[in-house]
């Protein structure tokens, strides 16, 4: 039996999704699971979505272009021109999903052996797509007791090395909720501008902002042919499996030569396209809507986690998530614990363990991300659980 | 500005699509063109896809399972085993298309550096998919004057090294449409199984077979565990832009590690798996015309072809593309030609230069993939353009 590859061997296993037999288990045995570790939110997608999918009058289900069609990029091109941003057709590139996006401008802009400075903790995934492109991960730690604001300019330094080649950033933040302010991208900027780098920053969180307007790489001057932003429609439409993100640069090499990747895989799908497409007549009433609603489910969430005895939880200003520290050993263990061992009125709840959106070994390991992409009533009780079983674990 | 990396700047650009800007020109000129050098398909989706498409009744556009539904992989493994194959749900990984299902292959079985033989010429992305996980690629040519029937035993071991670690073939093939005899394939058997290699077999044109049925790699005793297929919706039921593959595979440690890869990317498309899904349903009549009417434009295009004074074309036996060798001196330069100076009563033809179907250096510089996609009658006319232009062309 021939051996399997080093690369798939060192793969990471989703920190999100590596507790689900646990809690496939826990549904076994009658107990309702409170899923808040995975960002799948329960928000409808918009109407004119599932009406456009309704009415597709095509008869052949064609590949599109490997850039995308063309009308979506240019009507995606308005989009940004519309909050603010001086993007054209041609500085998109369609792809399936975020994740293509990250995992093309990897490709794209790094070769074996080089590496990737990136706050941690941060979307467990970007692990995955730099293992994918023999890309090294070098951690610059963002703090709890900070808030898990930017680390300074002085920490990112210490970690420059002639193989340094670019910085990601998620913005608003996967798994920490923050959302860097103006002078933070700032300090970013002078970081890029004086050793050449890359600039990664996923914003695909934008319209989930809870305090004033996040503030995109796309506006930084003096940097324009550094930054690539990625964008995705998957939670500002809550259509994450529609598979349809892009990438965005004013760097035309760059661009030109993420399509023959794109060629590689010939086109991103169709379908998920159309939707897409449509999502963009989304009305503002939908944002406004989606945006009081996760805000009073952070609300509840982080007060609720603040007032159990040694939990703390930074309040988020962005994005679905939040991480709190719990007063427990292992948090993994914990959660494991939760599935396997727990039920309170006939329910338990999910989390993901914090440490494996850490890249630095032993951090995080009292921590947990939760994502409140449930209903107010829910929440509560999921939070219940979480304060009984805290009593229970700690007997 | 930072250096984009080595890796960018090798990947291969599509032979199939660089040629797409002379056609664009064209037809801003106001030529007609037909397009041969595409495998997209003019045959319709079937109508239980469409019709489940406008029926979706689902509110929110979710991720589905990492490996995809559950529901879906339990059918397709119905329809394997009502094809004589021993699949189950669990030897299934869903993929975004079977590029996808090539990559993740090639990232889960081999190192960089570590060496594919796959027979020329082959589906050109190989070379991209390839260039992607870092993987050198070891041409052996099947040559057009034996049809490009499978290179002896003799000419495989030719070219085995310590790091050779896979075979990949693609039957019914794209781009010669040659299909593998059940001896060509115990060939393969004696190979993989002697050097303990992977075996991938890209089976997407299956059911696009003209002289019997094609025998599966998943039919080889033996070597159950070295064995990959790759397979997609894509051109079975024509919805190419749905974006849906597959891994089969009896070798579950290599399923459980392409899941990693899958985990990263979250999950295929949704609204590509609820087409998959319902194509299931397909009845035989579907494939019985498709198949009747391929048929069809296979025996015109290549009667035609061998009508032409200095034209070669060996029969394809499956697929939908045939290789033809031109009395021109250079191919790509004679299509580059056809779209940029020639029309015909208005129309001119596009074709895939073949050399880029190779990964020898100056092989089937004479030579142009033909994907006869369309009807009889434009493929006639199609083949009174190249007629005309060859005479034109050699004056």
Redesign the interface.
């Known amino acids: 039996?021939?051996k399997?590859?080093?690369?798939?061997?060192q793969?990471?296993?989703?920190p999100i999704?590596k507790l689900v037999p646990f809690a496939e288990g826990a549904k076994e045995r009658g107990v309702n699971v409170f899923h808040l570790n995975?960002g799948?939110?329960?928000?409808?997608?918009p109407e004119v979505?599932?009406e456009a999918?309704?009415?597709?009058d095509r008869?052949?289900?064609?590949?599109?272009h490997?850039a995308g069609y063309e009308s979506y990029r240019k009507k995606l091109a308005k989009y940004y021109q519309g909050i603010g941003l001086d993007v054209n057709s041609e500085d998109i590139l369609i792809t399936?999903?975020g994740?293509?996006a990250l995992?093309f401008s990897m490709?794209?802009?790094?070769?074996?052996e080089?590496e990737v400075i990136i706050p941690e903790p941060f979307y467990a995934?970007y692990n995955?797509?730099a293992k994918?492109s023999?890309v090294n991960v070098v951690p610059v730690t963002s703090k709890i007791e900070d808030g898990f604001a930017l680390p300074s300019m002085v920490e990112f330094e210490k970690l420059i090395t002639e193989r340094t080649?670019?910085i990601v950033i998620c913005n608003p933040a996967n798994p920490t909720g923050y959302v860097y302010s103006k002078e933070e991208l700032q300090v970013l900027r002078d970081l890029v501008k004086k050793y050449?780098?890359?600039l990664f920053a996923d914003e695909v969180y934008r319209e989930f902002c809870y305090e004033g307007s996040p503030f995109s790489v796309l506006s930084l001057k003096g940097i324009e042919?550094?930054v690539v932003m990625i964008d995705s429609v998957s939670k500002r439409y809550?259509?994450?499996?529609?598979?349809i993100g892009a990438i965005v640069s004013k760097?035309q090499?760059?661009i030109k030569?993420?399509l023959?990747?794109g060629?590689?895989?010939?086109?991103?799908?169709?379908?998920?396209q159309i939707?897409g497409e449509a999502a963009l007549d989304t009305p503002q009433s939908y944002f406004d809507e989606v945006q009081v609603e996760y805000q009073k489910r952070r609300d509840v969430v982080v007060a609720r986690l603040n007032n159990i005895e040694g939990v703390i939880c930074p309040m988020p200003k962005g994005a679905f998530y939040a991480i709190a520290q719990l007063p427990v050993d292992d948090a993994e263990k914990f959660c494991q614990w939760l599935l396997e061992e727990f039920s309170h009125e006939g329910s338990t709840v999910m989390f993901a363990p914090a440490a494996g959106f850490y890249s630095s070994p032993n951090m995080g390991m009292k921590e947990i991300r939760i994502a409140y992409v449930l209903n107010e009533v829910d929440l509560n009780k999921a939070m219940d659980c979480l304060e009984v079983a805290l009593k229970e674990y700690n007997k």
Chains 1, 2 share one sequence.
Not at 11 to 14: A, C, F, K
Not at 40 to 45: A, L, S, V
Not at 107 to 112: I, T
């Open positions: 039996m021939p399997i590859s080093d690369k798939a061997i793969m990471p296993e989703s999704r995975i799948q939110p329960d928000i409808k997608t979505v599932m999918l309704s009415k597709i008869t052949v289900i064609e590949y599109s490997s399936t999903g994740s293509e995992m490709q794209v802009c790094l070769n074996p080089d995934n995955g797509f994918s023999g080649k670019a050449d780098l890359f042919q550094n809550s259509m994450c499996g529609a598979r760097n090499d760059l030569n993420a023959k990747f060629q590689a895989r010939l086109s991103p799908p169709t379908l998920g939707a």
